[in-house]
């Protein structure tokens, strides 16, 4: 695929990003992409490399190996090489429902598994994805196409993040009817107020609905079911339910002093900032500031490196980011050979912000909160901290990560934000409609299936797999609508 010789001819070129500093002026994506000439020489360096583990989605050790939706990575590189950019849009969607949201805010494991990346410089997929789907929606091939035949089964789907999404659109295109509930104001879940605006700005994620729409999905926002929406309501007049609400209960931080004023979960902090921006343009006082804050993040994952960034644009005045594990090594171990996700050292937007603005990396390895300290009035002054080293438990044989005696210190820190993950469902929801749970609380189905306890009932995305990406959650989308359509139809055509 590609040109045969085109990873011996060409190096890896990238979308340019705007500097750190003048980036966090304001809450803008900051990459400007290439053109599309370049992109399509970019993708001449797609390998004939004959097993394509870009578009595997094999699990390995560590995490998937490759696109869990089996993008047909090869193909539209080669269609790309070609300009045929109308025929590569139309491959990309075969399994991709949202490659405008994917193109923009995946890690691109279809990149880590590249054939090219073994000994030099993968192909740019994720960036010649991005070009794919904005050259479809200028050329106009990403318009609505609403099915021309209606089945007469209607589907609700409750919430509307990207696992929903999937769902509510692919069973419209099947031709049932579909209808979306979403308790928040807004649609899009996890995409519209978990991820900030400089990953994925709010109007891509009308301009994609706005399209669903005109299709024939019904959207209704400011529904919260399970409580002012009944569940025997939903299940009365809908022929099936699909249960897409998100791993929604964050983990906390047991520490003495938790109940002291200026700790915030993270979902609640970059929630507030977004809704903000697009309500009043981050009018002062109507969100959660950071501005002037000795700001603390807890978690040293993607929702982590989103609250450092979005804390630097409010206008903090220092930054830190605690991380439990140890710092990971710069390149791969032997025992982390490719073409597994390769768990190294990454500096993300948000932290190259951070060294850009204090001079210094904000993550701190090895590390816990022990205590947080308030003031007489409540307010959060300082953060007792300790380091952590590994400990093999005498009980279980597992390595877990200890406190190191005597090693805790004390920061000033006047605000906290915990992004630690998250548990599993919303008890309310599940109890609602009577689905049954499992350890962790997501819900129970059988393994590779989506039907829940309760008949007429499924289940997807991360309240049914737990906090992941936003591909797994497109992909456990369109696995749901498919077993949706068999139990409705007999038989399924959804591929």
Known sequence: MGKPTGFLEYERETSTAVSPLERIKNFKEFHTPLSMEEQQTQAARCMECGVPFCQAGLMLPGGASGCPLNNLVPEWNDLVYHGNWEEAYYR??????????????????????????????????????HGIIENAYEKGYAGPQAPKVRTGKKIAVIGSGPSGLAAADTLNRRGH???????????GGLLMYGIPNMKL???????????????GVEFITGANVGEEVKAADILKNYDKVILAC???????IKAAGREAKGIYFAVDFLKSTTKALLDNGLKEGSYISAKGKKVMVIGGGDTGNDCVGTSIRHGCTSIIQVEMMPKPPVQRLDSNPWPQWPRILKTDY??????????????????????????????????????????????????????IAGSEYVVDCDMVLIAAGFLGSQEYVTKA???????????????GRYETNVKNVFTAGDMHRGQSLVVWAIKEGREAAKAVDESLMGYTNIV
């Open 92 to 129: 990309l969607k075969k399994t991709n429902n949202f490659p405008e949201f994917t193109s923009r805010v995946c890690p691109a494991l279809c990149e880590a598994a590249c054939t090219c990346g073994l000994n030099g410089d993968a192909v740019t997929t994720k960036e010649n994805e």
């Open 433 to 447: 409609f009577g689905v049954q749970t499992n350890e962790r609380s997501n819900v129970k189905t059988d393994a």
């Open 246 to 252: 998100g791993a929604s209960n964050p983990r906390d």
């Open 201 to 215: 700005e709010k109007w891509v994620i009308d301009r994609k609905t706005a399209i669903m729409k005109e299709e």
């Open 350 to 403: 948000g932290q190259e912000e951070a060294i850009s603005k204090f001079g210094h990396d904000p993550r701190v390895y090895q590390t816990t909160v022990k205590e947080f300290i308030a003031d007489k009035k409540g307010n959060l002054i300082k953060v007792k901290l300790v380091k952590l080293e590994s400990k093999k438990d005498e009980e279980t044989g597992r390595m877990t990560m200890a406190e």
């Open 177 to 187: 009817s579909v209808t979306v509930y979403e308790r928040s104001d807004r649609i």
